[in-house]
């Protein structure tokens, strides 16, 4: 790094010592004194010889060889010639372009260099009463660490107790802080965005989740991409043609001083330009949301892709045991049942109970602490909470042997169904209810898969170590050309190596067990938002913001910053070109060619840094992420109605009479103030804006369909449910009622599904 820097303030002296003689020589011949003016115009030109024969010898040792020997051969062949003024030119534009692309490569590596500076330096840590700071290096796993207000958490813990906000933005990319309750990880580089708290060390720095993520943007910093180097070798060709055509203008015209024009004309070749600093703008662009490309070199590889290999667990789908549904004997409250179920979960570790738990604190249900609990490791626990014998597990530890009820009956077809994990619960010995636990596909799957295709691949294959079953019924939701199911890391790597021979490979995936196949593959990106592991280290590209469709925005990003370099390549050879044979035929006199060939520079390096910006349609005008929030909000307060709907549904199966129309009633009543009061605000307020920032409103009209169509299914109920009395529900008039139950509540939550992806696409 610090040759680096020694370098550019060299070139920057360079520059500055060219310009200051090029003006001290046309002052000196404007005064009068023309021989003056030619031994300062000398003067300032000399020093960037030196410094680039210097240069060219560096690279020829170390087997490189580029157009800047032109640039040396026209400016001591200007010299030589007598030609002062235009080597002075030369010198002054040859310098100033190797500073104008360091001026780009500076602020397209800005971004990236963000990330290191603030990289924390001090610990606080608790040794009894005492607190004391310490350099971060010498913190050790087990250290109590004090993080203050507005402090970055300098190495990954657990937070030691109560509750903490933290600011993820810097290492996820989501801009609101998260809530964390005690025992749940924390990582460094994070900020601390509420109240003092405390944390138990689990990595040392050197370990910790932003100690990985520097030392990738390190290498993202000084990778170069292969297809820049191939840009060096394609300078070579232009080294002996210009030699030609300068050598066929001398002797055609038997002028040296346009051999010499032509020489200036072609200095410095756009090539040594427009690929890096291309590239970096890439790897700065993609840092800008949450994709850590380790160099030019993976980006050019991105670039390339066809064929897409997307692990399963994690990567799409959420990555652990999720809440789908809670199914409940008649009569029973699924709010009590979970509460029993997480009150009495408290005290267990495994991964199904902490789900359970998340998921009761998440609807907001205040939990008892439990008692006298006994654990059958692998079946279940039983306790007493608030004074009832509460069991949770297995329908064989909870249920024994006896046939179970119709709706637990249901409840086994549900989780099969669903690929769902059963934990049934009973209440002083009767079994009242059942929660359903599954690895759901992220929200953003659909999309994303949807993008990639869109993004150009061609082939899409999902590659897991889960069962059959569960794989076919996750690829079966998506647009997939291939589902391998039941591989181990081995079969994953020799899954991803045989893709790889056919055609350019990016393989996904986020765990360690996917390290193999991530490295075998051409191009590996890991799903590092939940920290450091195996699989970012064996990764080309890490995600640091858990969603999936960032991997498409990753091929998306790679794919236009190869075709910009491409662009400002052929677009500046061309004009450098023009300017040649312009040169040799005697329109462009030395002076005048090196002016253009700087014009060209300058058009070359400000196209190639527009792999900085984003590619947005004309008129688009994306939505804040404020109205994104409250959008999605207003679908978080539909959940409570939908659930209810589908108990009601549910509890169609065994009522009759008055009470088959209370419920009824009871539906199209929460259908008529809940569900199509928010369809229509949708359609009235929130469409109109959302028309405004996508790039193809009319992709709203299917949307606005649904709206009709749950709005015609509303209408429906509210007839039947109208004037409804006990003699006229007779069990097909109850299995309508059901069925229109049943269709609106499944069709708003797709609805809902589908709405949450254009919003996030609309966001800015």
């Known amino acids: 790094m610090g040759r680096f820097l020694g370098e550019r303030v060299l070139r920057r002296s360079l520059a500055g010592g060219a310009l200051l003689g090029l003006i001290g020589g046309v002052a000196a011949w404007w005064l009068g004194d023309a021989a003056l003016a030619a031994w300062i115009w000398t003067g300032g030109t000399l020093p960037v010889i030196v410094w680039l024969a210097v240069s060219i010898a560096r690279d020829l040792a170390a087997g490189r060889m580029g157009v800047d020997a032109v640039a040396l051969l026209s ?19 040859y310098a100033g372009g190797n500073l104008l692309e360091d001026i780009a490569v500076a602020r397209a590596e800005r971004d990236l260099r963000s990330l290191v500076d603030r990289a924390p330096r001090i610990a606080h840590r608790r040794d009894g009463d005492a607190i004391a700071d310490i350099p971060v290096d010498t913190v050790a796993c087990g250290d109590l660490l004090v993080v203050h207000a507005g402090e970055v958490i300098p190495v990954d813990g657990l937070l030691a107790a109560g509750t903490a906000t933290v600011d993820e933005a810097a290492l996820t990319g989501e801009p609101m802080p998260v809530g964390k309750a005690g025992g749940a990880p924390v990582f460094s580089g994070t900020i601390n965005a509420g109240e003092t708290f405390e944390i138990r060390a689990t990595a040392a ?26 840009a060096d070798r394609y300078a070579l060709l232009l080294l002996p043609a210009t030699l030609i055509l300068a050598g ?62 997307l692990d399963k667990t994690g990567t799409l789908t959420v990555g652990g045991a999720r809440l789908v549904a809670v199914e409940v004997a008649p009569g029973e409250s699924p709010d009590e049942i979970l509460r029993l179920a997480a009150s009495l979960e408290q005290a267990s570790h495994h991964v199904v109970a902490a789900a359970i738990v998340s998921a009761a604190r998440g609807r907001g249900i205040a939990l008892d602490p439990p008692e006298a609990v006994r654990e059958t ?56 209810g059942a929660i359903l636990l599954a690895d759901e596909l992220r929200l953003e799957t659909p999309r994303a898969i949807q993008s990639l295709r869109a993004a150009g691949v061609a082939r899409i294959v999902m590659l897991t170590g889960d069962n059959a079953e569960a794989a076919e019924t996750i690829g079966a939701a998506l647009d997939l050309d291939c589902v391998l199911a039941n591989r181990s890391p081995g079969d994953k790597l020799e899954a991803v190596a045989v893709e790889q021979r056919l055609n350019p490979t990016l393989m996904v995936g986020d765990g360690i067990n996917d390290a193999p196949a991530l490295a075998a593959a051409g ?16 990764a080309d590209a890490v995600i640091l913001v858990d969603r999936l469709d960032r991997v498409s925005d990753a091929v998306a990003i790679a794919r236009r910053t190869r075709r910009i370099a491409l662009q400002s390549i052929g677009v500046g050879m061309g004009l450098s070109g023009v300017a040649m044979i312009a040169a040799a035929f005697g329109w462009l006199p030395p002076v005048a ?172």
């Open 75 to 93: 400016m001591s062949g200007a010299l030589a010639l007598g030609e002062s003024l235009a080597g002075s030119v030369v010198a002054v534009m």
């Open 205 to 230: 720095a050197g370990d910790s989740t932003y100690a990985g993520i520097v030392r990738m943007v390190t290498a993202a910093q000084t990778a170069k991409s292969p297809f820049i180097r191939l």
């Open 248 to 309: 066929l203008a001398w002797a055609l015209s038997g002028d040296e001083v346009r051999a010499l024009a032509v020489l200036v004309a072609s200095t410095p070749c756009p090539l040594i330009l427009a690929a890096p600093v291309a590239f970096i703008a890439g790897v700065a662009r993609a840092a800008r949301l949450g994709i850590l490309v380790k160099g030019g070199a993976a980006l050019e590889a991105l670039a390339r892709t066809h064929t897409v290999v």
């Open 377 to 432: 490791m692998g079946s279940g626990l039983e306790g007493r909470v608030g004074g009832r014998l509460v069991k949770a597990g297995s329908h064989d530890l909870v249920c024994g042997t006896r046939q179970p009820e119709p709706w637990a009956l249901r409840a086994l077809r549900r989780a099969a169904w669903r690929s769902a994990l059963s934990v049934f619960v009973s209440v002083d010995g009767k079994v009242k």
């Open 523 to 538: 191009v590996g990106i890991a799903m590092g938002a939940r920290g450091a592991s195996a699989s970012s280290e064996a």
């Open 593 to 764: 060619g090196a002016l253009t060939q700087e014009a060209i520079d300058v058009a070359v390096i400000l196209n190639a840094l527009r792999a900085l910006t984003a590619s947005r349609g004309l008129g688009h005008r994306a939505l804040e992420p404020d109205v994104t929030l409250a959008l999605q909000q207003g679908h978080r307060e539909l959940e409570a109605p939908l659930d209810r709907m589908r108990e009601i549904a549910d509890a169609l199966d065994d009522t009759t009479g008055a009470a088959a129309v209370s419920l009824i009633r009871e539906a199209s009543a929460l259908v008529t103030a809940r569900i199509t009061a928010h369809e229509r605000l949708d359609e009235d307020n929130v469409y109109p804006q959302l028309r405004a920032a996508l790039h193809d409103g009319d992709s709203l009209a299917a949307m606005s369909r649904a709206h009709r169509e749950i709005l015609h299914l509303a209408r429906l109920l509210s007839r039947l449910a109208e004037n409804l009395s006990a003699a006229d529900t007779d069990r097909y008039l109850i299995r309508d009622a059901q069925r229109m139950v049943e269709s609106i509540e499944a069709l708003v939550r797709m609805h809902n599904a589908q709405e949450e992806d254009i919003y996030e696409n609309a966001t800015a």
